[in-house]
């Protein structure tokens, strides 16, 4: 044994024999402890390694299993099990997580329902942006030039879903076939009779890959800021658009949750509603147990402060007052059921109310206006000049381009600003029906348990009156564009001029006072007719004209609307600065952000690109030619 | 760490002929006469510095003051421009440490970046950067924190220090036709991976172990004692091994989750409004307080005084406002309903789960109640066996090289 050890000069031939001579010395111990190190064959399993295709953006059934397996991994952590692979992949798992948690920290501090949407768009175009920039403005140009895929992804024998190229000295080029490689050197131009020519190949593929990954790095600090800000300034309008559809859709179900629906997200709303209507029971049940009644009163209050309506708020005060006395506990609790369900029912009306004709056909105003006008077909410089042009200018600028049109041209613009101009005025029409009907069923309903039957319906019809107010507003705006465009057809320029100009509110008052008086409710009525179509709207003016009404003249405006220049003027300057990118603020912030930042970036990158794969000091690119038979060097 | 053993007697200068020629040798195909090797002339065009570095070279772990670790970060921190420039021509030698490194630069360019995208709205704009700002100051510094609240609690009660580094010589290919690689140093944290540990650099005075057996356990015995084992074991390294990687595995996966509240903590601080006046006075403060000579003063006070006053001028702006943002925070101010207790939330879960991960780590990581044999109490018959085992070892060892 000594001797054949003697032979050997290798360190290792020694250390292997240790177990051996100790065995030969009868030591048990050691035998035992070496035996499964030095004597147990390594059974050799056969790879199962497979490329698979990447995605531009991270599929989420994949997202979804990479949380799942992150909780996984962290729960096993926990108990110090675990390898490299799987802790580092925590991290990408926390990072996502805590950045959602950013963005719902930031969005609790955001005002409007917008700011806050914005925060989670923020956080998704953030990651958005980490994915695409080298997934498509990397890999795309470079597989593109050169053929190599540097987003090729692998699952490795355990199931590790890997990037290929991530480490250049362990690169599984046995997963691809020659055939691939092959394809990739056709497109590199590597000679085709040369030695080793996969090798030569793979060489190739791995500078271009450790190029792309170098300029990754040095690119993606810039690139993510700059990629997601202009992303999430572009979403905005469709974030918009997207909240107006959910918050009108949340609050129909709000609606048909107070009608007493059984549809699932009415239900879920009403036993919310009816949760939190338990807890406040019970507290208000404890208060009666102490005798508190000026707890119950300042419950009662608090609980009456929530109702938007001030007309309500006004109405029910009387008896909000006196259940403070009461001592009776059947008498309060029940007057908090019907409080509590007249709440429910006045914000789901109001609710619907913002979400529909406040918010929704807020938000479109500008288009369906910008809309008119392009139907209008008035050149860019008369736009130009309607944007920068007097109030007074206004609407002699429009008659001008009218009066200059064919009446056949004219009529086929009547058609069309008819069509675009309806469709706000239907929906505002439509959203009213549901309020009226709502307002006097279940709201009148639950007005009616506290306050009685008389004193309810005087009050719904103040609310009906006043949340109306928004329709006439729109209808009057929309449909006086449509009118004085309908009574413009062969009259003279004066005249479309003043039906143009319309009504403006501000001076509505004194201007519809003295028509009153020159020539009485006749001539009143001819004036109001001029600009509104509404018999509804005209009846409403001149009642508050007529008897001087003046708790009504703050609403005068919103009947009358937005004149037809005001609306059409508006459209030219937003279409103006549109243009212009909006304004001078956000073209200066595009300009920064977009063009600079992000044109030098993409120049650069592109320019980097393009310099892939070409030889250097570290890349000779020396190829040895295979030698062919009958092409050997002569002897 | 394994140093080359030669004995062969000769001088520096003479050693690297001997590369050199190993390497004419190996060309042509004579590397089994190696008296050739030891007759050769000198060669004056060699460069002797690289070729004693090889020699020289080994893997270390480096001591852990600040001075050496300062050094450290700022040598990997300009490595960083000759990583990207060989990067990007596509060194065949980059490798996935140098890639790692460069995913520093858009971790802390990132940040920096987005809000001077905020910025770039103008004068509009000017709070919401100033806040976006601060935010990425203090979302680096959770960050750090995240770490160190891991680290040094976990150095201080088990002797682990997940900080420690060491110097990597990473051999690459070789170009030349000499057969000799070039080399290349990087800086690891010895506790890095927990597959693949690198447990030999902590083996004490390995030169000396065949003379006093016990020294090349100091910093297991060490590590024991301080995970709570108060005897001297056989062979501590074998004891604390495993419970070392238990507590690398735990702690990464600590500092990923405790980055989650620390960064919202972060955030929340940053949201808060006094930070909105931030900078609006430090200008004037500055000129006033650092700038400004004091009449009646030496020059050398003047200096002292304006020092002085730069200190606390930074002091007045950004201490303060981090104080008051921690107060509005915690108070819940400017906020409503639910969002008013945010601040307790953050501030409390971060303490929490710095407790939790701590409390779980240290526990795991203890050997108190781990059943081990105390060597002292059995030295006869455990002496015994370790001597013929080591005499058994060497004499092979011996006999074999003779």
């Known amino acids: ?37 030095y004597f147990v064959k390594p059974t050799a399993i056969p790879p199962k390694g497979h490329l698979i295709k990447g995605t531009m953006i991270p599929r989420p059934g994949d997202v979804f299993k990479e949380y799942c397996s992150a909780a996984k991994t962290f729960y096993k952590a926990l108990k110090g099990e ?45 990651f958005l942006a980490m994915s695409v920039w080298p997934k498509f403005f990397i890999g795309k140009p470079v597989k593109m030039l050169t053929g190599v895929d540097i987003n090729q992804e692998y699952v490795d024998s355990q199931g590790r879903r890997k990037r290929f190229f991530q480490d250049p000295q362990y690169l599984p080029w046995d997963l691809m076939s020659d055939e691939q490689i092959n394809k990739v050197g056709n497109k590199l131009r590597i000679p085709e009779n040369i030695e080793n020519r996969r090798e030569a190949i793979q060489d190739k593929m791995k500078q271009i890959a450790t190029q792309s990954n170098t300029l990754w790095m040095l690119t993606a600090g810039f690139s993510t800021p700059i990629l997601s800000s202009l992303m999430a300034d572009k979403l905005r309008d469709p974030v918009k658009k997207l909240l107006n559809i959910v918050n009108t859709g ?26 939190k209507s338990s807890a406040g029971e019970k507290k208000l049940g404890n208060l009666l147990a102490e005798g508190n009644s000026a707890g119950i009163k300042e419950f009662f209050t608090g609980l009456s402060d ?3 309506s001030n007309e309500v708020k006004t109405a029910i005060s009387e008896k909000i007052s006196d259940i403070g006395n009461s001592t009776k506990k059947e008498e309060v609790l029940g007057l908090y059921k019907k409080l509590t369900g007249l709440l429910k029912a006045d914000q789901a009306l109001y609710g619907y109310h913002k979400a529909t004709l406040v918010n929704g056909i807020g938000n479109s105003w500008a288009d369906v206006s910008k809309n008119i006008l392009k139907a209008l077909k008035m050149p860019k410089d008369l736009i130009k ?22 009446p056949e041209e004219l009529a086929e613009v009547v058609h069309k600003v008819t069509k675009v101009a309806g469709k706000p005025v239907n929906q505002a029409k439509s959203a009213q029906g549901i309020i009226s009907t709502f307002i006097q069923k279940p709201f009148k309903r639950a007005l009616e348990s506290i306050i009685g039957n008389d004193n309810a319906v005087n009050i719904a019809g103040k609310v009906e009156n006043s949340l109306g107010n928004r329709v006439l507003d729109i209808e009057s705006s929309f449909d006086g564009v449509v009118h004085a465009l309908k009574n413009s057809k062969g009259k003279s320029m004066k005249v479309v001029t003043r039906l143009l100009g319309g009504i403006k509110s501000s001076d509505a008052l004194t201007e519809l006072t003295e028509v009153m008086k020159k020539g009485g409710e006749k001539a009143l009525r001819n004036r109001l007719g001029e600009s509104l179509t509404s018999k509804k709207t005209i009846d409403k003016i001149i009642d508050v004209i007529k008897n001087q009404d003046s708790s009504q003249f703050k609403s005068l405006g919103k009947w009358l609307g937005q004149t037809p220049q005001d609306l059409i003027a508006d459209a030219a300057r937003d279409t103006v600065t549109y243009n212009n990118w909006l304004t001078l603020k956000y073209r200066s912030w595009f300009q920064k952000v977009g063009l600079i930042g992000g044109g030098v970036l993409l120049g650069l990158t592109l320019f980097t690109i393009l310099r892939m794969g070409k030889s250097n000091n570290y890349n000779p690119d020396v190829y040895k030619s295979k030698e062919v038979a009958g092409n050997e060097p002569s002897k | 760490m394994i140093k080359t053993d030669r004995t062969n007697n000769l001088s520096p200068s003479q050693q690297n002929i001997y590369f050199k020629k190993l390497a004419a040798d190996l060309k042509a195909n004579k590397a089994n006469q190696p008296e050739a090797v030891k007759t050769c002339e000198m060669d004056v065009s060699l460069d002797s510095k690289i070729y004693d570095s090889i020699n020289k070279a080994h893997d270390e772990i480096l001591p852990t003051d600040i001075k050496t670790k300062t050094r450290v970060n700022i040598t990997q921190a300009l490595s960083l421009p000759e990583y990207a420039v060989r990067g990007l021509k596509g060194d065949p030698d980059a490798n996935f440490f140098e890639f790692l490194q460069l995913a520093k630069i858009p971790y802390y360019v990132g940040g920096p970046i987005l809000a001077l995208c905020f910025a770039a709205g103008g004068d509009a704009a000017k709070a919401i950067t100033r806040q976006k700002a601060v935010g990425v100051g203090l979302f680096y510094l959770a960050a750090m924190l995240a770490s160190k609240a891991i680290n040094v609690p976990v150095k201080m009660f088990t002797g682990v220090d997940l900080d420690q580094s060491y110097k990597k010589i990473v051999r690459l290919r070789t170009k030349s036709p000499d057969g000799l690689s070039p080399m290349r140093k990087e800086y690891h944290k010895v506790f890095e991976s927990t597959d693949f540990t690198y447990f030999d650099l902590l083996r004490h005075g390995e030169d000396k172990a065949a003379h006093n057996h016990r020294i090349i356990n100091k ?42 509240p620390y960064a919202a903590l972060a955030i929340g601080l940053s949201m808060q409004d006094s930070w909105k006046n931030l900078g609006n006075q430090l200008k004037n403060d500055f000129v006033r307080n650092a700038l400004t000579s004091k009449q009646g003063m030496s020059p050398l006070e003047n200096t002292w005084f304006r020092i002085k006053g730069a200190g606390l001028t930074l002091k007045g702006q950004f201490w303060n406002t981090l104080k008051n943002s921690v107060k509005d925070f915690w108070n819940g101010t400017g906020a409503k309903g639910i969002t008013k207790y945010y601040g307790k939330a953050a501030v409390i879960s971060a303490i929490t789960a710095t407790l939790l991960a701590n409390w779980s780590i240290l526990r795991a990581g203890s050997l108190k109640d781990k059943k081990s ?19 058994n070892a060497f004499d092979i060892v011996g006999k074999s090289r003779a």
């Open chain 1, 1 to 37: 044994m000594v001797n054949s050890l003697s032979q050997n000069n290798n360190i290792n031939s020694a250390r292997y024999s240790v177990p051996t001579t100790i065995l030969n010395n009868n030591s048990q111990y050691m035998s035992d402890l070496f035996k499964n190190f």
């Open chain 1, 82 to 126: 675990g390898g490299d692979y799987e802790i580092g992949k925590l991290n990408d798992s926390a990072i996502g997580i805590g950045s959602l948690g950013i963005a719902s920290l930031l969005a609790s501090k955001a005002t409007t329902p917008m700011a806050k949407a914005m925060e989670f768009v923020g956080f998704g175009t953030w």
């Open chain 1, 250 to 275: 949340l609050a129909k179900f709000k609606l048909s949750a107070v009608n007493g629906s059984r549809d699932l997200i009415s239900s879920l709303i009403n036993k919310v509603s009816n949760m």
């Open chain 1, 306 to 308: 929530k109702l938007t």
């Open chain 1, 385 to 406: 000049k309607l944007a920068d042009a007097n109030v007074d200018k206004r609407a002699d600028i429009i008659s001008q381009h009218l009066h200059s049109m064919k």
């Open chain 2, 219 to 260: 910093n297991f015995n060490d590590i024991a004692k301080k995970m709570g084992i108060n005897h001297n074991l056989n062979d501590s390294d074998s004891t604390v091994k495993p419970n070392v990687k238990k507590l690398i595995i735990m702690s990464r996966a600590w500092k990923y989750a405790l980055t989650i």
């Open chain 2, 373 to 391: 044999v105390d060597v002292s109490k059995f030295p006869d018959a455990i002496q015994e066996k370790r001597k013929n085992l080591m005499k």
